[in-house]
């Protein structure tokens, strides 16, 4: 089995598994209180059939009065019991991504977790996306941390503000060819139903990814630049790139490298191969063929609803005859996109 996270209810989770002991030894009455969600849900990650990953949350409303200082807002997301096997940060960002969705989903004010301080490595996995230490819950050998996401908030820092937009960034459009995109961005496949987010989202994507191209001027992106992903057309079976290539999702720019700065291809393949889809031999060919660049991005939105080629031109105004491997676009042509794709609610600082 892979590393897939499924939604699962209480009862179809296997409480013997060896991972649930640290969860017992840390909260008294563990095994009585899952017993009494069975009928709830929670995510869970499984490798070779064994649990290496737990989610469970809870959305709670006004005021949460057993932490200090309580938390007062009208929705609260509360991430109840979080726990990964160490595995690296790609597997935590699964989880984390899977938290924000959900509190964009129930259009939450804050998102909350409690975490013992022994727990460094989660503590600073949930720092590093916006979670604040603002206080404890319980007592003597049972005190947690609390830390707090506040939703909707910029701070300046990319990661902090996931999945929040500075739109204060230069635009562009990106074009990448279908054999990768619906790889490196599940959530952003042809799908033209408008499912709810939890049920639509592929759990198997990370916050971060990078991609490879050599295509003129992405060497110039900067931090904070946003970029529209387009779904280059498929050719074969006569299909129209009128209407088989889309924009589907946004991403947030964090840095840009290009081939000439790694001193040689085992460098580049350990940068390059940690967010992308791209395998050993993939990224050899393109290294061979020279001028590649590497573009890491955040993940920010998946577009509920594809544009089509078609209608970037008609009704956005893109220029048929321009390149559109890499596109600069408008401040009005990107929020016009973005109104089309239903991520207005990620976009801040809009002017």
Request: hydrophobic share 35%; glycine share 6%.
């Given at each position: 089995m892979g590393n897939n996270i499924v939604c699962k209810t209480f009862s179809e989770i296997d409480l013997n598994d060896p991972f649930f002991e640290s969860l017992r030894e840390d909260y008294p009455g563990f095994d009585e209180w899952f017993e009494g969600k069975?009928?709830?849900?929670?995510?869970?990650?499984?490798?070779?059939?064994?649990?290496?990953g737990f989610l469970y949350l809870k959305l709670e409303r006004e005021l949460v009065d057993d932490v200090v200082p309580n938390i007062n807002a009208d929705k609260i997301l509360k991430?109840?019991?979080?726990?990964?096997?160490?595995?690296?940060t790609k597997m935590g960002e699964q989880f984390i991504k899977i938290i924000i969705d959900s509190a964009m989903s129930a259009d939450a004010d804050v998102c909350y977790t409690t975490i013992y301080e022994k727990h460094q490595s989660l503590i600073g996995l949930v720092q590093r996306f916006g979670f604040e230490l603002c206080g404890t819950k319980g007592e003597g050998s049972h005190k947690e941390n609390v830390y707090v996401k506040q939703m909707k908030r910029i701070t300046g820092n990319i990661d902090k503000d996931f999945p929040y937009i500075n739109c204060s960034g230069r635009?562009?459009?990106?074009?990448?060819?279908?054999?990768?995109?619906?790889?490196?961005f599940p959530d952003?496949?042809?799908?033209?139903?408008?499912?709810n987010i939890i049920t639509d989202v592929s759990y198997t994507n990370s916050i971060h990814k990078i991609y490879v191209c050599r295509m003129d001027g992405v060497e110039y992106l900067k931090q904070g630049d946003i970029l529209v992903l387009y779904r280059t057309g498929e050719r074969e079976n006569g299909k129209s790139a009128?209407?088989?290539?889309?924009?589907?999702?946004?991403c947030v720019v964090e840095d840009v490298k290009t081939q000439n700065e790694f001193k040689d291809f085992e460098q580049f393949y350990n940068y390059a191969s940690k967010y992308s889809v791209f395998d050993k031999e993939n990224l050899h060919y393109w290294y061979k063929r020279g001028y590649c660049k590497?573009?890491?991005?955040?993940?920010?939105?998946?577009?509920?609803?594809?544009?089509?080629?078609?209608?970037?031109?008609?009704?956005?105004?893109?220029?048929?005859?321009?390149?559109w491997g890499f596109l600069?676009?408008?401040?009005?042509?990107?929020?016009?996109?973005?109104?089309?794709?239903?991520?207005?609610?990620?976009?801040?600082?809009?002017?």
């Amino acid at each position: 089995m892979g590393n897939n996270i499924v939604c699962k209810t209480f009862s179809e989770i296997d409480l013997n598994d060896p991972f649930f002991e640290s969860l017992r030894e840390d909260y008294p009455g563990f095994d009585e209180w899952f017993e009494g969600k069975s009928d709830k849900k929670a995510f869970v990650q499984y490798e070779n059939g064994k649990v290496i990953g737990f989610l469970y949350l809870k959305l709670e409303r006004e005021l949460v009065d057993d932490v200090v200082p309580n938390i007062n807002a009208d929705k609260i997301l509360k991430v109840g019991t979080f726990k990964i096997n160490a595995h690296g940060t790609k597997m935590g960002e699964q989880f984390i991504k899977i938290i924000i969705d959900s509190a964009m989903s129930a259009d939450a004010d804050v998102c909350y977790t409690t975490i013992y301080e022994k727990h460094q490595s989660l503590i600073g996995l949930v720092q590093r996306f916006g979670f604040e230490l603002c206080g404890t819950k319980g007592e003597g050998s049972h005190k947690e941390n609390v830390y707090v996401k506040q939703m909707k908030r910029i701070t300046g820092n990319i990661d902090k503000d996931f999945p929040y937009i500075n739109c204060s960034g230069r635009k562009y459009l990106l074009s990448i060819y279908p054999q990768y995109h619906s790889v490196m961005f599940p959530d952003s496949i042809l799908v033209t139903e408008n499912k709810n987010i939890i049920t639509d989202v592929s759990y198997t994507n990370s916050i971060h990814k990078i991609y490879v191209c050599r295509m003129d001027g992405v060497e110039y992106l900067k931090q904070g630049d946003i970029l529209v992903l387009y779904r280059t057309g498929e050719r074969e079976n006569g299909k129209s790139a009128e209407y088989s290539s889309v924009a589907s999702s946004i991403c947030v720019v964090e840095d840009v490298k290009t081939q000439n700065e790694f001193k040689d291809f085992e460098q580049f393949y350990n940068y390059a191969s940690k967010y992308s889809v791209f395998d050993k031999e993939n990224l050899h060919y393109w290294y061979k063929r020279g001028y590649c660049k590497a573009i890491k991005m955040t993940y920010n939105f998946a577009f509920k609803k594809r544009i089509v080629r078609h209608d970037l031109i008609e009704s956005i105004g893109l220029d048929r005859n321009q390149y559109w491997g890499f596109l600069k676009l408008s401040d009005e042509q990107f929020y016009k996109i973005a109104q089309r794709g239903g991520a207005d609610k990620i976009l801040i600082n809009r002017n």
